[in-house]
C-alpha cells in the first residue's frame, strides 16, 4: 500500500514539474478557451478578427457591461486607472504576463525554465512577453500594484510594444517615462501609477495564463475594451454576439432621444415596451440612418420580435 501511494506521489510530482513551464503552450490556452470554434493564432490564443475589433471601437463601457452580465460574467471591469491619453479608446487581443515579488529560489527556476523554453538571455527577463506580441494585441500584466521599483516598461520597450502591436497597454503595476510615452503617437496606458524607478525584484511567473487583474480573471486571447470610464475584458467567444447586440442598443438609444428630443410621443411609449407605431416609426428611421453601421434590415427585425418590445 505504503508502495502504491509512493508511486503516486511519484507520477504526479513528475507530471506537475513537467508540467509547469512560464509560457503557456498552446494546448494549454486552447483548453483555457476551448468555447471558442474560430481562427487562432500560433500560440494556441481565440483570434477574433480585426473587423470585430474595429467595431467594438465603437461600443460603449455600459453596452458591454450589460451584455456580459447578461450572460453571467459580472466580474469584467476595472476601474479607477491612471491613462496615459484620457478621451482614447483602445480594444485588442490580450497577451497576459503574471509578475510576482522576487524570490531567489524561484527567480533562478523561472530563468533556467526560460532559457529551456528558447526565451531571450540579453536585456531583462521583463521583455519576455512583449518577444511574443503581434498586430493588435495588447500586453496585460498582472504586477501585483507595484509602483516603486515596479515599472514594468519605460520609453524604449512602450516603442517596442506599439511597432509590434499597434496598440499599448495594460499593467495592475506602473511604468517609467510617462512624458516619453506620451509624445509617442498610437501608443495609450492603463496603469496603477508611475514611477522614475527601474523595475527591481519582480519576477514573470507566467505567460499567457490566467491572471488577476483587480477584481476580474483575465484569460490569454479575451478581448479587452479600454477607455477613460473602465477596462472591461471580454471572453472571445461571446465577442460577435456582444458586438452586435450593443451595436443594436445603441441604435435604440439614439433613436429614443431623437423621438424624445422631438416631442413626437409621450415619454413612456418611447423609453418603454415599443407599442406597433413605434415600431414602424423605428422601421423608417433605420431606412434612413445617415451612419455606417453593420446592422442589417433583417437584423433589426429579428431584435424587434426577440426583445419583445412592442
Given amino acids: 500500500m505504503k508502495t502504491r501511494i509512493f508511486l503516486t506521489a511519484f507520477v504526479l510530482s513528475s507530471f506537475f514539474v513537467k508540467a509547469q513551464h512560464v509560457g503557456s503552450t498552446p494546448e494549454y490556452v486552447k483548453m483555457l478557451t476551448s468555447k471558442w470554434e474560430g481562427e487562432r493564432s500560433a500560440d494556441g490564443r481565440p483570434k477574433v ?29 476595472e476601474k479607477n486607472w491612471v491613462i496615459l491619453k484620457p478621451g482614447e479608446t483602445m480594444v485588442g487581443r490580450v497577451v497576459t504576463a503574471q509578475f510576482m515579488p522576487m524570490r531567489p529560489d524561484l527567480d533562478t527556476f523561472v530563468r533556467v525554465q526560460g532559457k529551456a523554453e528558447g526565451r531571450s538571455q540579453h536585456g531583462g527577463i521583463n521583455i519576455w512577453p512583449i518577444d511574443i506580441l503581434t498586430k493588435n494585441d495588447i500586453y496585460v500584466a498582472d504586477g501585483f500594484g507595484k509602483i516603486k521599483d515596479g515599472t514594468l516598461i519605460g520609453s524604449s520597450l512602450g516603442n517596442a510594444i506599439y511597432g509590434k502591436t499597434g496598440k499599448g497597454v495594460i499593467f495592475y503595476g506602473s511604468i517609467r517615462d510617462m512624458q516619453e510615452l506620451k509624445e509617442t503617437k498610437g501608443f495609450n496606458a492603463w496603469i496603477k501609477g508611475s514611477d522614475p524607478s527601474y523595475i527591481k525584484d519582480m ?11 483587480g477584481d476580474v480573471s483575465v484569460l490569454p486571447g479575451d478581448v479587452v475594451f479600454a477607455n477613460e470610464y473602465g477596462v472591461v475584458f471580454i471572453p472571445a467567444y461571446l465577442m460577435e454576439g456582444l458586438v452586435t ?22 415619454s413612456g411609449e418611447v423609453h418603454g415596451d415599443w407599442a406597433e407605431n413605434i415600431k414602424e416609426e423605428f422601421r423608417a428611421w433605420f431606412k434612413k440612418y445617415p451612419k455606417k453601421t453593420a446592422i442589417t434590415s433583417k437584423e433589426v427585425e429579428a431584435y424587434l420580435k426577440k426583445e419583445g418590445r412592442n
Fill in 245 to 266: 447586440a450593443s451595436e443594436m442598443t445603441g441604435l435604440r438609444d439614439e433613436f429614443e432621444r431623437a423621438m424624445l428630443q422631438s416631442g413626437k410621443y409621450p
Fill in 49 to 77: 478578427s480585426d473587423g470585430l475589433l474595429e467595431r467594438l471601437q465603437n461600443c460603449t463601457l455600459e453596452q458591454i457591461w450589460g451584455y456580459l452580465g447578461n450572460k453571467g460574467f459580472r466580474n469584467q471591469v
Fill in 203 to 213: 519576477t514573470p511567473t507566467s505567460i499567457n495564463a490566467p491572471i488577476r487583474v
